[in-house]
Every structure is written in structure tokens, then in C-alpha cells.
């Protein structure tokens, strides 16, 4: 009962701002998921909602390129000369072997909650303002980054990092007791409240979260299972969900929150972020695929500017404030039918992890990868959304294709009026390097914080890589720079032991032009023969904070700590040797050509890859495969997060009652409406209940509600 109350005092809350205020007013709720539709349009005969361009004739939305170019000649400049002072700690007179500095991009793949956190312990050690990182000389590398680009569980870090200011990774997981309250992965995901669905909690969680995409789904917008997905992905990596309000609807729970809303961050308006991107894979409309995706499928990505793909198929991008407006040749339906606020960062984020289509089994009720109570909580979810709300396709991210009549040759959605958007990683690339090898952005260094899970034991074997460069050669020849020498094979990446140690691929290009250099730190065995922790199972949803610290230790020391063949120590010169690499480039570029120096050349020696003389894994002696949980009993023993803010809880309520008393009128609005929920609501749960008795006769439910 206690924890109800707040809960009505936020419905009333919202009814009454909603009765009494117009209808752009910020009311906070978790129905401000829903996008506005029907609103008036720009003037599409003077300004375009669209951009298009030529694979040979690449331009880049202006507002990206005066992004990066006063980042680079302001804020980059300076941290160039942080790190490395005056070069000469590499053997370098900086100010003459170098004129300009060279572009560096991150990515960071997918792989749910492992990639992401490895992401973000690997970022901490390449942050200046991590003084441990700064003194390896590790620290340094993101300050003078101008791109990021995630994917999937990827994205999840790049929007997080986006939508908390970009602080420091260790107090955007953890919290910093202030502002940040951290990604709070010990409430897991789908089952916050325990693995029984339907348990009280787990419940009214729920009801936010269908709350959320019904409101959606009335503006005429069709929605998905990857709505859902999206709401709890909001949860943990937006800014306003705390431990204390997670079971409430005290706030929106981040769904007001828009990509392009980025640009108005502090961060963002002062320089002090890299350009974040994401990607997202798209499905042939119509082809209702449940397979991976071949290689020739449209690749999106999603900045804080636009949804675009550079594609040559396509070469086309998007307004993302306008993103869910339906276009053909660029225009609408009329002057009114255009869309707003559908560009959520949830489900932008959610998109880029919408990894459903693969693993929802309509004909078995099944999603197979999925913990069991994780996928109940899911397929309850869709069901109860289907109950519902009308949709289309209900294992992808439906959204309304603006690019309809564009390239009609070589488009494959160029018919569609929706195109259907699948997790980044469906064609095999798992690491969001697409927009970093658009020529138009002419990036030098790639930096790969390389989280796949691709063998048994959960590390990477480059098979993404391989898949990047293939994609490249067949078809992205006239749009995007090559992708640099790597082993053919992900049994030659194994045997090379390059994906066990950090590796740069591509340093000796004939021209700098050939491919940029891909400074590579695979997730791998921990260096001094420790059992390692970090090689998680992308479908683990919850981690107990005990596990994310040891993650974060063990993945941040590897990552300052380089390789020296033969042994179980770090590399005093692993940070110089990083250094090394990321200015490489810009020496290459400088007329004349300076040398390498020594440093750098004995550095290039032991990390580079080199095709003719590839080095051996039996380099790296003592290295654990198998991972070893180091707090097995951590979820089970999850404390409740309302026993410990009860006091507060109270202290509240008592102000509230007074409150409350004001607003009798609200109270009987709310009742009729709550009334006609629970009957919605006890309906869905017969057939939910149904369908664990009899699964084919919910089948049957699903594909009718579907219509
Ligand atoms: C390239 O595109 C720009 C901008 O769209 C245009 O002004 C220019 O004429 C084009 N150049 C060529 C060679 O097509
Ligand atoms: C480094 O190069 C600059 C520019 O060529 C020159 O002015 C400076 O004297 C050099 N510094 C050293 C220590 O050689
Ligand atoms: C830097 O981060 C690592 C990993 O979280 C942590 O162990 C270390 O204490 C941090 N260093 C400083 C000086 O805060
Ligand atoms: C939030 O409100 C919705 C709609 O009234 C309800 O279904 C849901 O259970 C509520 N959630 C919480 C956590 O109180
Ligand atoms: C995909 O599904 C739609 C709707 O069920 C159906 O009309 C269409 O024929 C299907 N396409 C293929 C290629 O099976
Ligand atoms: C999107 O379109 C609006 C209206 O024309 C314009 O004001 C805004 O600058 C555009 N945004 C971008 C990123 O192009
Ligand atoms: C414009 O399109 C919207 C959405 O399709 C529709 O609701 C509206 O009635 C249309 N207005 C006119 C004047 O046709
Ligand atoms: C490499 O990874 C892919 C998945 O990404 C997997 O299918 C393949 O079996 C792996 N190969 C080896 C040799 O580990």
C-alpha cells in the first residue's frame, strides 16, 4: 500500500498537469515516449527535411563538420600536448614531425551488459582525468578522440555517457553518490523485482513500461517487442532512474529524453565530447527474415544530426528531430503530417540492440538465448502489448521509412512506407566501424574496445573484423576507406594470438590514404595468469556490484598494462607504445616524412601485425580461458531496494496527504481509469496464463492480436 501511493499521487499528478497545462508542456511522465504526430511541417519547398549525396561525392551534415572541426582546433589541440608534451618522451620534436594531428575514432561493439562494461572500465583506462591511467600513459587517448561510435550493447554506453555529461566511466556505473546514481545492474533487467513476472513490483514495472508504449502506439505509431526493450534499457543507461525510484512513476524514467537532444548537452555545447554515433542493421522489408543478414542489407547509423546511411545503396540522411515522419521523394503527405520526439534515446539505443528477429520463435512461443525468466518476462510483455495496440512487424524496430522513392536503383527499401531496423550486429559485423571508415571523415586511428563474445569461452576471434573488411571490399568500395591487413581467418587471429593482447593492424600503408591504423584491445585472458571475470555471457542481465568492480579492475589492468612476450608482466612502455600509435599517422602525413623513432620502432615491433611474419600465441604463457564467477551467489542475495528507502517513503507521504485532499476531482478521473486498466489488465493475464498451459492456442492469440 505505502509504495502504491506515491505511484497515485504521480498518476493524479500528471492528469492534473495534463488537464491543466497545454500539451508542450514538460509533464515528466513515462508517456512522454510517445512522439508527436500530425504536427506541422517545416516548409519543405525552402528548407529539406532530407540530404542526399553521391558515394564519390560524400558531404557530412554541416553541423558535424563544424562540430569536430572546432572540437579538434580547440579542445583536441590542447589534449594532444597533455599526453604527449612535447613529444620528446617518444623521441620526437613534436611541433616539427607533426602539422596536423591525426583523427581518431573509438568503437565499441555489442554483446549486452559485457560489452558495455567492458567498454566503459577499457575507456577509464584510456581517460586522462583516471590519474592511474594518466600515469601509464594509457590516460589520454579519449581525450583526443573526435568520433564514438557503439552498437547494440555498444550503444548503450555512448548514450549513457551522452545523457549523463561524459564523466568518468567509473562514476557513471558506479554513481558518484551526487547526480549519478549508476547503471544499477544488480536490478536485472526484464525481472527486476525477482524472477516471478508476477510478483506486485514486477508488475507495476510492467505496467510502466506498457504505459509507456501505449502511449506510443495511440499517436498512430506502430511499436514492438524493441519498445519495450527500450523502456528498460532506459532504466539503467538514462539519467533518471535511481534505486529508489525504480519501482515508481515518480519520474519518466528518461522517456522525454531525445537523441537530438545531445547537441544541447553541456558536454556537447562545449566541445568536450567525442561526435557519438550508432548503428543499426535493417531487414528487407517484406523478407520477414529470422536469419542473420547478408552483408548487402542497409547499415544505418544514428547521430545526434540525423539517421543516415552512407551506404552507396542509398547515401542519404535524415533530420533526426524529424525521424518518424513518413516521407516520399522527400515529402510529406501533406503540411501537417509530420512527426516529433520519436528519435527517444531508449529507443534509439534500443534499436541499435534490437536483436529479436533472430530469436523469437512466434510458432514455439519461445526466445531462445534468454534466461527462462527473462524471456517469460518479455513474451508476457508482448502479449500484453499485443492485447493492446496495434503493430506491424513485432520483432524488429518499426520505424517509418523516410527515404521511400529515393535510389530507386539500388535501394532495397525504397518502396517501403517503414523501414524495418535490426540490431547492429545482424550482418556479422559486430563492431560499429562503418562510420568511421566513411571517407568524408577521413578518421587515421580507429580504436576498437573490442567486447565480442565469438568463442566458446566468450573472447573475441576477429571474426568481426573480417566481416568489416569483406563488406568494404564487396560493396563499400566508392564510400568507405579500406579496411587495414588482418588474418584471414579467425582461426589465424587465435593462433596469431592477436586477439589475446592489444595489436595494431595497418601500421606500414604505402600512403597514409591506403586504410587508417586500428589500434585493437581485445577483451582477453587477464595478463598475469589470474582467473578471469570479464568474459561474461552477452544474455546475463543483472551483475552484482561485487562482479562489475571486479570486471572493472581486471579488464582497467589489462588495459594500462600492454604485453611483454613470454611473461606474465605488464610493459613499463605499453603506454609510450600506445602513444606511438595514435601519432603515428600524423608523421606519415607531414612533408617531408619524418622517421619513425626508435621508441616507436621498437614498440611497432612487438604490437604490430605484420601479414609476412604474424607472431604466435604461445607468446602469452599462462593465460586462463574459463571463466571463473567471482560472486556466485551475488543476484540471489539482492537486498529489497524499497526496505532500505521506507523512512523516506513515509516522510513523504505525509506532505502528499494534504495534497492529495486538493485534488478530489483528479481522484475520481483516476478511478474510472484505473478501473478500465485492471479489466485490460486481468484479461491479459488469462491469456498469458493460457499460454503457459496451452502454448499453441497462445500462439494463436499472438498472431491474432498481430493483425
Ligand atoms: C559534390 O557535392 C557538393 C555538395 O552537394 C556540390 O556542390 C559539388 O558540386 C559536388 N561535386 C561534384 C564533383 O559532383
Ligand atoms: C622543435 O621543432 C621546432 C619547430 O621546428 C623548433 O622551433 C624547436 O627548436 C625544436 N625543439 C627542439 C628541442 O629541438
Ligand atoms: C582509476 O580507475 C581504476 C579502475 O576503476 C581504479 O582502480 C583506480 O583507483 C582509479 N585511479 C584513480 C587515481 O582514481
Ligand atoms: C505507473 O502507472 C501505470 C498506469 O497507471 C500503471 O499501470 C503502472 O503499474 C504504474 N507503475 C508503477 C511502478 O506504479
Ligand atoms: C512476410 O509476412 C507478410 C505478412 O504476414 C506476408 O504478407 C509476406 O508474404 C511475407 N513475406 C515473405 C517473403 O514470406
Ligand atoms: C531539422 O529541421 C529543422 C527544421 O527545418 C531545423 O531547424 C533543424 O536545424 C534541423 N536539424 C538538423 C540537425 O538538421
Ligand atoms: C494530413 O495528414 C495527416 C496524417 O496523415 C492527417 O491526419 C490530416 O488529416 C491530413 N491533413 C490534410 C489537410 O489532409
Ligand atoms: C569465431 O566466432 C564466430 C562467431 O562470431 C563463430 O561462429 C566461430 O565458430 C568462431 N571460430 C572459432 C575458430 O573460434
Same mark, same amino acid.
Given at each position: 500500500?505505502?509504495?502504491?501511493?506515491?505511484?497515485?499521487?504521480?498518476?493524479?499528478?500528471?492528469?492534473?498537469?495534463?488537464?491543466?497545462?497545454?500539451?508542450?508542456?514538460?509533464?515528466?511522465?513515462?508517456?512522454?515516449?510517445?512522439?508527436?504526430?500530425?504536427?506541422?511541417?517545416?516548409?519543405?519547398?525552402?528548407?529539406?527535411?532530407?540530404?542526399?549525396?553521391?558515394?564519390?561525392?560524400?558531404?557530412?551534415?554541416?553541423?558535424?563538420?563544424?562540430?569536430?572541426?572546432?572540437?579538434?582546433?580547440?579542445?583536441?589541440?590542447?589534449?594532444?600536448?597533455?599526453?604527449?608534451?612535447?613529444?620528446?618522451?617518444?623521441?620526437?620534436?613534436?611541433?616539427?614531425?607533426?602539422?596536423?594531428?591525426?583523427?581518431?575514432?573509438?568503437?565499441?561493439?555489442?554483446?549486452?551488459?559485457?560489452?558495455?562494461?567492458?567498454?566503459?572500465?577499457?575507456?577509464?583506462?584510456?581517460? *586522462?582525468?583516471?590519474?592511474?591511467?594518466?600515469?601509464?600513459?594509457?590516460?589520454?587517448?579519449?581525450?583526443?578522440?573526435?568520433?564514438?561510435?557503439?552498437?547494440?550493447?555498444?550503444?548503450?554506453?555512448?548514450?549513457?555517457?551522452?545523457?549523463?555529461?561524459?564523466?568518468?566511466?567509473?562514476?557513471?556505473?558506479?554513481?558518484?553518490?551526487?547526480?549519478?546514481?549508476?547503471?544499477?545492474?544488480?536490478?536485472?533487467? =526484464?525481472?527486476?523485482?525477482?524472477?516471478? +513476472?508476477?510478483?506486485?513490483?514486477?508488475?507495476?514495472? @510492467?505496467?510502466?513500461?506498457?504505459?509507456?508504449?501505449?502511449?506510443?502506439?495511440?499517436?498512430?505509431?506502430?511499436?514492438?517487442?524493441?519498445?519495450?526493450?527500450?523502456?528498460?534499457?532506459?532504466?539503467?543507461?538514462?539519467?533518471?532512474?535511481?534505486?529508489?525510484?525504480?519501482?515508481?512513476?515518480?519520474?519518466?524514467?528518461?522517456?522525454?529524453?531525445?537523441?537530438?537532444?545531445?547537441?544541447?548537452?553541456?558536454?556537447?555545447?562545449?566541445?568536450?565530447?567525442?561526435?557519438?554515433? =550508432?548503428?543499426?542493421?535493417?531487414?528487407?522489408?517484406?523478407?520477414?527474415?529470422?536469419?542473420?543478414?547478408?552483408?548487402?542489407?542497409?547499415?544505418?547509423?544514428?547521430?545526434?544530426?540525423?539517421?543516415?546511411?552512407?551506404?552507396?545503396?542509398?547515401?542519404?540522411?535524415?533530420?533526426?528531430? @524529424?525521424?518518424?515522419?513518413?516521407?516520399?521523394?522527400?515529402?510529406?503527405?501533406?503540411?501537417?503530417?509530420?512527426?516529433?520526439?520519436?528519435?527517444?534515446?531508449?529507443?534509439?539505443?534500443?534499436?541499435?540492440?534490437?536483436?529479436?528477429?533472430?530469436?523469437?520463435?512466434?510458432?514455439?512461443?519461445?526466445?531462445?538465448?534468454?534466461?527462462?525468466?527473462?524471456?517469460?518476462?518479455?513474451?508476457?510483455?508482448?502479449?500484453?502489448?499485443?492485447?493492446?495496440?496495434?503493430?506491424?512487424?513485432?520483432?524488429?524496430?518499426?520505424?517509418?521509412?523516410? #527515404?521511400?522513392?529515393?535510389?530507386?536503383?539500388?535501394?532495397?527499401?525504397?518502396?517501403?512506407?517503414?523501414?524495418?531496423?535490426?540490431?547492429?550486429?545482424?550482418?556479422?559485423?559486430?563492431?560499429?566501424?562503418?562510420?568511421?571508415?566513411?571517407?568524408?571523415?577521413?578518421?587515421?586511428?580507429?580504436?576498437?574496445?573490442?567486447?565480442?563474445?565469438?568463442?566458446?569461452?566468450?573472447?573475441?576471434?576477429?571474426?568481426?573484423?573480417?566481416?568489416?573488411?569483406?563488406?568494404?571490399?564487396?560493396?563499400?568500395?566508392?564510400?568507405?576507406?579500406?579496411?587495414?591487413?588482418?588474418?584471414?581467418?579467425?582461426?589465424?587471429?587465435?593462433?596469431?594470438?592477436?586477439?589475446?593482447?592489444?595489436?595494431?593492424?595497418?601500421?606500414?600503408?604505402?600512403?597514409?590514404?591506403? @586504410?587508417?591504423?586500428?589500434?585493437?584491445?581485445?577483451?582477453? %585472458?587477464?595478463?598475469?595468469?589470474?582467473?578471469?571475470?570479464?568474459?561474461?555471457?552477452?544474455?546475463?542481465?543483472?551483475?552484482?556490484?561485487?562482479?562489475?568492480?571486479? #570486471?572493472?579492475?581486471?579488464?582497467?589492468?589489462?588495459?594500462?598494462?600492454?604485453?611483454?612476450?613470454?611473461?606474465?608482466? %605488464?610493459?613499463?612502455?605499453?603506454?609510450?607504445?600506445?602513444?606511438?600509435?595514435?601519432?603515428?599517422?600524423?608523421?606519415?602525413?607531414?612533408?617531408?616524412?619524418?622517421?619513425?623513432? *626508435?621508441?616507436?620502432?621498437?614498440?611497432?615491433?612487438?604490437?604490430?601485425?605484420?601479414?609476412?611474419?604474424?607472431?604466435?600465441?604461445?607468446?602469452?604463457?599462462?593465460?586462463?580461458?574459463?571463466?571463473?564467477?567471482?560472486?556466485?551467489?551475488?543476484?540471489?542475495?539482492?537486498?529489497?531496494? =524499497?526496505?532500505?528507502?521506507?523512512?523516506?517513503?513515509?516522510?513523504?507521504?505525509?506532505?502528499?496527504?494534504?495534497?492529495?485532499?486538493?485534488?478530489?476531482?483528479? +481522484?475520481?478521473? @483516476?478511478?474510472?481509469?484505473?478501473?478500465?486498466?485492471?479489466?485490460?489488465?486481468?484479461?491479459?493475464?488469462?491469456?498469458?496464463?493460457?499460454?503457459?498451459?496451452?502454448?499453441?492456442?497462445?500462439?494463436?492469440?499472438?498472431?491474432?492480436?498481430?493483425?
Amino acid at each position: 500500500m505505502r509504495t502504491l501511493v506515491p505511484g497515485v499521487f504521480c498518476s493524479l499528478l500528471v492528469i492534473v498537469i495534463a488537464l491543466s497545462l497545454p500539451a508542450t508542456a514538460n509533464s515528466n511522465s513515462v508517456t512522454d515516449y510517445a512522439p508527436s504526430t500530425n504536427v506541422q511541417c517545416p516548409d519543405l519547398s525552402t528548407t529539406s527535411l532530407i540530404r542526399t549525396f553521391s558515394p564519390k561525392n560524400q558531404t557530412l551534415h554541416p553541423d558535424e563538420d563544424s562540430y569536430i572541426s572546432t572540437r579538434e582546433n580547440t579542445v583536441i589541440r590542447t589534449a594532444w600536448t597533455d599526453w604527449l608534451g612535447d613529444g620528446s618522451g617518444l623521441g620526437y620534436n613534436l611541433s616539427a614531425v607533426v602539422s596536423m594531428f591525426p583523427k581518431v575514432g573509438i568503437a565499441i561493439p555489442g554483446g549486452g551488459l559485457r560489452a558495455a562494461q567492458y567498454g566503459a572500465s577499457t575507456l577509464l583506462a584510456l581517460d *586522462s582525468r583516471n590519474a592511474t591511467a594518466k600515469d601509464a600513459g594509457t590516460g589520454g587517448l579519449l581525450q583526443v578522440t573526435s568520433y564514438i561510435t557503439g552498437l547494440s550493447g555498444g550503444s548503450w554506453i555512448t548514450g549513457s555517457l551522452s545523457f549523463n555529461d561524459w564523466p568518468t566511466t567509473d562514476d557513471l556505473v558506479f554513481g558518484n553518490g551526487k547526480e549519478l546514481s549508476g547503471w544499477l545492474l544488480d536490478i536485472p533487467f =526484464v525481472t527486476p523485482d525477482g524472477d516471478n +513476472i508476477f510478483s506486485d513490483k514486477n508488475q507495476a514495472f @510492467y505496467g510502466s513500461l506498457l504505459w509507456s508504449v501505449v502511449s506510443k502506439a495511440n499517436q498512430g505509431i506502430d511499436t514492438s517487442i524493441t519498445d519495450v526493450w527500450s523502456r528498460m534499457i532506459s532504466y539503467h543507461f538514462l539519467s533518471q532512474t535511481t534505486r529508489s525510484n525504480f519501482f515508481t512513476n515518480d519520474t519518466a524514467h528518461g522517456a522525454g529524453q531525445l537523441w537530438s537532444h545531445i547537441t544541447q548537452t553541456p558536454a556537447y555545447q562545449s566541445f568536450m565530447m567525442p561526435f557519438p554515433i =550508432v548503428v543499426a542493421d535493417s531487414r528487407p522489408v517484406g523478407s520477414n527474415s529470422t536469419a542473420a543478414l547478408s552483408l548487402d542489407s542497409v547499415v544505418y547509423e544514428i547521430s545526434p544530426l540525423e539517421i543516415a546511411s552512407y551506404d552507396p545503396s542509398l547515401s542519404s540522411g535524415m533530420n533526426l528531430s @524529424y525521424a518518424g515522419t513518413h516521407l516520399v521523394n522527400g515529402r510529406s503527405n501533406n503540411g501537417s503530417s509530420c512527426t516529433l520526439g520519436f528519435d527517444q534515446a531508449g529507443f534509439i539505443m534500443g534499436t541499435s540492440a534490437s536483436l529479436f528477429n533472430q530469436i523469437l520463435d512466434f510458432a514455439h512461443n519461445t526466445l531462445s538465448q534468454f534466461s527462462s525468466s527473462d524471456s517469460a518476462g518479455l513474451l508476457y510483455l508482448l502479449s500484453q502489448q499485443l492485447s493492446e495496440v496495434r503493430t506491424r512487424a513485432n520483432d524488429v524496430a518499426n520505424w517509418p521509412n523516410p #527515404f521511400q522513392g529515393l535510389a530507386q536503383q539500388t535501394f532495397q527499401d525504397t518502396q517501403a512506407s517503414w523501414i524495418e531496423l535490426i540490431d547492429g550486429s545482424s550482418n556479422s559485423e559486430n563492431i560499429p566501424y562503418g562510420p568511421l571508415l566513411v571517407n568524408a571523415r577521413k578518421l587515421d586511428v580507429l580504436v576498437t574496445l573490442e567486447g565480442s563474445a565469438d568463442d566458446v569461452n566468450n573472447w573475441p576471434n576477429g571474426s568481426s573484423l573480417i566481416a568489416t573488411a569483406l563488406r568494404q571490399t564487396e560493396f563499400l568500395q566508392p564510400s568507405h576507406q579500406k579496411f587495414p591487413p588482418i588474418p584471414p581467418t579467425p582461426e589465424a587471429f587465435i593462433s596469431a594470438g592477436v586477439n589475446a593482447r592489444p595489436t595494431f593492424f595497418g601500421c606500414d600503408p604505402a600512403n597514409p590514404d591506403d @586504410y587508417p591504423l586500428v589500434i585493437y584491445l581485445p577483451n582477453s %585472458p587477464p595478463l598475469t595468469g589470474a582467473d578471469p571475470v570479464a568474459n561474461t555471457a552477452t544474455f546475463q542481465l543483472a551483475y552484482s556490484l561485487k562482479h562489475t568492480r571486479l #570486471f572493472f579492475d581486471q579488464v582497467f589492468f589489462n588495459t594500462i598494462s600492454g604485453f611483454l612476450p613470454n611473461t606474465n608482466k %605488464p610493459d613499463p612502455n605499453w603506454g609510450k607504445c600506445l602513444q606511438c600509435a595514435a601519432i603515428d599517422r600524423g608523421r606519415l602525413r607531414h612533408v617531408p616524412v619524418a622517421p619513425r623513432s *626508435s621508441i616507436c620502432s621498437d614498440c611497432f615491433k612487438q604490437y604490430c601485425f605484420d601479414p609476412q611474419n604474424p607472431p604466435s600465441r604461445s607468446e602469452l604463457p599462462n593465460r586462463k580461458q574459463v571463466f571463473v564467477d567471482p560472486d556466485p551467489q551475488g543476484i540471489s542475495k539482492l537486498e529489497s531496494f =524499497v526496505g532500505d528507502n521506507k523512512l523516506k517513503l513515509v516522510g513523504g507521504l505525509i506532505g502528499l496527504v494534504a495534497f492529495i485532499a486538493l485534488l478530489s476531482t483528479a +481522484i475520481l478521473l @483516476y478511478r474510472k481509469y484505473k478501473r478500465k486498466q485492471t479489466e485490460k489488465v486481468k484479461y491479459a493475464r488469462l491469456v498469458f496464463e493460457e499460454f503457459q498451459e496451452n502454448p499453441s492456442s497462445a500462439t494463436y492469440q499472438l498472431h491474432e492480436y498481430s493483425k
